[in-house]
């Protein structure tokens, strides 16, 4: 049974900086490509990065690029989002997503966690 399980949310400042984590199970995690997506209170769901399974390639939504970076530990089975220069407007459920598809916004996501950039 697949599992992800997201952690390392909470309260940060603008300009501030947050790690999240991602425990993942239940499959091969060194032979998937892997996504973070994130829900805004009241908007829906928004594709923001992508690594591939080799660990060196990875895609960003031009809302978070250049101040998010994706990256993964094959060996650990975790999904890392190093997310700096935080805004107000990344304010928003963190997702991780295994087979992400952003044209439905449909996959397998954890139950999330909660990001708040507020001073």
């Known amino acids: 049974q697949v599992q992800l399980v997201e952690s390392g949310g909470g309260l940060a400042q603008p300009g501030g900086s947050l790690r999240l984590s991602c425990a993942a199970s239940?499959?091969?995690?060194?032979?998937?490509?892997m996504n973070w997506v994130r829900q805004a209170p009241g908007k829906g769901l928004e594709w923001i990065a992508s690594?591939?399974?080799?660990?060196?390639?990875?895609y960003y939504a031009d809302s978070v690029k250049g101040r998010f970076t994706i990256s993964r530990d094959n060996a650990k089975n975790t999904l890392y989002l190093q997310m700096d220069n935080l805004k107000a407007d990344d304010t928003a459920v963190y997702y991780c997503a295994k087979d992400w598809d952003s044209r439905l916004n449909t996959g397998t996501r954890g139950r999330g966690t909660q990001v708040v950039v507020s001073s």
């Open positions: 239940g499959f091969i995690f060194s032979n998937y490509y």
């Open positions: 690594i591939l399974n080799g660990p060196t390639t990875s």
